[in-house]
């Protein structure tokens, strides 16, 4: 189980009449923050495309809990719950500066061909990076 | 259970470098999509924030089962699915012009006051339009 | 000079927290509306990278006079000023329902190849349908 | 002549199918790095509409130089060339990690009140921090 936290500030287009974050970005926002994550394991997410794979998502879920607003500081804490077959999974809950939650949410992504859109296995580059990362966690 | 069907356009900067419509866009849909459904029943939805009450979202989700892209004719088939206490449910069927099915979606929304952001009944004339609609619906 | 009207809602989405529409969303109504232009005589913009050539905007600029809102029903009138070389012109000017000028702008854009962006002609097809357009609309 | 450089990477959604940046974008790149730079003088934005006044745009040019691609880290180099009366001008040059210029633009903004929309002066707690830095800045 991998996890990074993605900080951020809202920003002013992201607002709408409601003065308040629009649900719609609430995705870019975890889009944003599950690449932070590989980035950190040493995989851009560009990398995996590079190899001819993309990883459109296929499910996700929101909750709303609390509202934010023009540039409140906000963090991402992503967790990668699972890799398995030709999907993997994310969760995220978003928190203000107090820690109070604002949202959280789910995403499963597919691994497609960039050319075929067929469902294929991950790039191995990206399983070995995902279990280097965890056993290294494990042993520290 | 009022249903109403909505057609829209894909739009050019919905698309991104995967060539279909990245996936923050359909909560835009959906949300043009049943508000379009109230002003079909003589509700637009600013009558209601005039009213002093708004809709935010409280949870919403999407599950992705075929891609569409730029200027494809899509349709949304939005169902009121039931208003009780202080929430509002929608579902969501979006095809293409083969009535192929691209995304289904789910959305609960809560009526809250303009200013203080604190949970409200809906405003009489929206449950009131709902009931002459589902009762004109049953008669005809 | 092939002019055009493009009528649609504002959509919750493009408002920001001033309670008026984000300035980024403009350039999104006259994208829709010069592609309508093209629609309407014939020649749907998909049409022309299908043909292997795209239209990327090289500058733009806006006049913001009035400002608008939430689910108004605007109206852009593209002009098509110019084609000429590798690049095209438009001008747009946006109307509430009142006929009060919202916005007005211009854009310039390229014909590019689609895989070299290289500039190069229109394609041919498109130049055709402009000037038998402007033909017909000179001799009725 | 106050400058700032404000760096951030393209995310996903800002990409379309071209494969790079769409246009409507970088109007959001520049109000980010307009408002970094009132930030690093220590007013950020929000203090000014806490202030009640707004800075709505009122004018934008662009000029598009070479295209850009997702996850490329980019700066904006903001220069605030102007205030007076009851307006504001900044220039933008958005570089990539090359120091290839990718755009160019010019934005002019107004000072409003937030409840009439009414032409005002800034407030005098933004002159003041403007004048100091640039003084300060002198004297170095």
């Given at each position: ?26 995705a ?8 932070e ?53 994310f ?50």
């Open positions: 189980m991998i996890t990074y936290e993605y900080k951020f500030r809202v920003a002013y287009p992201d607002t709408d009449k409601m003065g308040t974050v629009h649900h719609s970005n609430y870019k926002y975890y889009e944003r923050a599950r690449w994550l590989l980035r950190n394991i040493g995989i851009p997410y560009q990398t995996i495309e590079d190899a001819g794979i993309m990883c459109p998502v296929i499910s996700m879920k929101f909750k709303f809990v609390k509202t934010t607003k023009y540039d409140e500081l906000l963090t991402v804490k992503t967790t990668l719950k699972a890799i398995k077959g030709v999907r993997i999974w969760t995220y809950r978003l928190q203000n500066e107090k820690d109070e939650l604002i949202n959280e949410a789910e995403t499963e992504l597919a691994f497609v061909g960039l050319n075929n859109w067929k469902p294929c296995v991950p790039p191995p580059f990206l399983v070995k990076a995902i279990e280097k990362y965890q056993h290294d966690s494990t042993t520290k």
